[in-house]
């Protein structure tokens, strides 16, 4: 018997339960079972130096991780939550391929101008600037959702509102939504620092 006529029947919450009670094979039969999903976010992203197969082995390595990290029962279906896992892992990935591109203009030092001597910072305001800094991040991560979270990197990268809808697969009313919602809770949160 194969694996998809072996499991094919079960519930995600039913087959992650069991491949937590130590049935391997559910392993195997989820990563193949949710590689066409990986192959369709691999679609809508571009990896600046590296091949499509490149980004859908990312998404693989998203996907492994959600299957490792996924809770039954919480909040959101497995589906929803490896479509998440696999964006993101790809997302990272296509960030990273991002920043090497512009590293030269990144790291140049002008020859016209003469450096600017700048004075040492007082150790005590850097201790207080890292705290206040860790405060808002906090404060962000908990106040926004994972959805608003990648709409919120991908809009301070400079995507347009199109290029995010195609990344998350969302239409761009969406993502409008999204950013206008985002927007209301971050000016809530900063109006208490």
């Known amino acids: 018997m194969n694996l ?6 079960l519930s995600d919450d039913e087959l992650m339960d069991r491949l937590k009670d130590g049935e391997v094979d559910i392993m195997e039969y989820l990563l193949d079972k949710y590689k066409p999903l990986v192959k369709k976010q691999a679609r809508t ?3 600046i130096g590296g091949e499509k197969d490149d980004l859908i082995q990312e998404g693989m390595i998203g996907l492994f991780k959600a299957i490792r990290g996924y809770r039954a029962g919480e909040e959101s279906s497995f589906y929803t939550f490896a479509e998440l896992c ?3 892992q790809m997302y990272t ?8 591109k512009h590293a030269p203009l990144n790291s140049y030092i002008s020859l016209d101008e003469e450096p600017e001597i700048l004075s040492e910072p007082n150790p005590e305001d850097l201790v207080i600037d890292q705290e206040n800094l860790e405060n ?26 199109g290029q995010i809808a195609a990344i998350i697969g969302k239409n761009e009313k969406a993502v ?12 809530k949160d900063e109006k208490k620092y």
């Open 176 to 187: 409008d939504n999204s950013i206008q919602r985002l927007k209301k809770k971050l000016d």
């Open 45 to 47: 992203m571009y990896l």
């Open 136 to 161: 808002r991040y906090d404060q962000i991560d908990k106040r926004l959702s994972s959805m608003e979270k990648l709409v919120l990197e991908l809009y301070l990268e400079g995507k347009t509102y």
């Open 93 to 100: 990935a296509v960030q990273a391929s991002n920043r090497m």
């Open 4 to 9: 998809w006529e072996k499991y094919k029947e």
């Open 86 to 88: 696999i964006t993101r």
